[in-house]
């Protein structure tokens, strides 16, 4: 079966038995491997201190259904390279949201100046003005961390989250940056900006290439 790179239904007889050997490679070959899940209930935060090392160059914090104790919440997340002692490595990025309100009163997309950072330790938002007022409002999304372990460039990232916004919409979240350090980045952790987060999961996955 050398150079086949496509099988299309139309041309499988599932009747038929099929025997595969040797080694499957291409842009779809990459996996997922399940490192850590963790929980909140009622936590001021939720860390990641084992798992984010040479292993993998791609980790993926994959988000679900956080749910803020308090309203008007803005989710946020920093980087460490001590294990997590201090959570303060500087960072440069960026961040934009669109929105769409559930009256269908109105829709945007704007570039958030409160929301980047130009050399900062504080943390980087990643859902802005989260509404609580009834349980199901919350937000979920994905953040990918490329190759932590460098001690040769700085340590890049890129997310996506939507969340319920205060304004009764449903909004969008794009952000990127980077670490601007040479040191590894060894522990990362997710805080609410008041309050506890009160509910949901957070995964991180190691990406084979």
Do not use: C
């Not at 199901?136 to 190759?147: A, E, T, V």
């Not at 205060?166 to 805080?191: E, K, M, P």
């Amino acid at each position: 079966m050398a150079g086949l790179t496509k099988l299309r239904a139309s041309s499988i007889n599932l009747a038929d038995d099929f025997n595969f050997t040797g080694d499957f490679t291409g842009e779809d070959s990459g996996a997922l491997t399940l490192l850590q899940t963790q929980t909140a209930s009622g936590v001021s935060s939720i860390e990641f201190t084992t798992g984010i090392d040479s292993t993998y160059d791609e980790y993926w914090f994959v988000l679900n259904n956080l749910h803020p104790a308090n309203n008007d919440v803005t989710f946020q997340f920093n980087g460490s390279s001590d294990g997590g002692s201090n959570y303060n490595v500087t960072k440069t990025t960026t961040f934009f949201q669109a929105y769409h309100l559930e009256n269908d009163g109105g829709t945007g997309l704007s570039y958030q100046t409160s929301s980047d950072l130009a050399q900062s330790t504080s943390p980087q938002h990643i859902m802005r003005n989260i509404n609580n007022t009834d349980a199901d409002m919350s937000g979920s999304g994905i953040i990918k961390l490329y190759n932590p372990n460098s001690t040769t460039y700085v340590k890049h990232f890129f997310g996506m989250t939507n969340y319920y916004h205060i304004g009764g919409a449903t909004a969008t979240g794009y952000f990127a940056g980077y670490f601007n350090t040479t040191s590894v980045i060894n522990a990362i952790q997710f805080t609410a900006n008041s309050g506890n987060i009160d509910d949901g999961t957070i995964q991180l996955f190691g990406v084979t290439q």
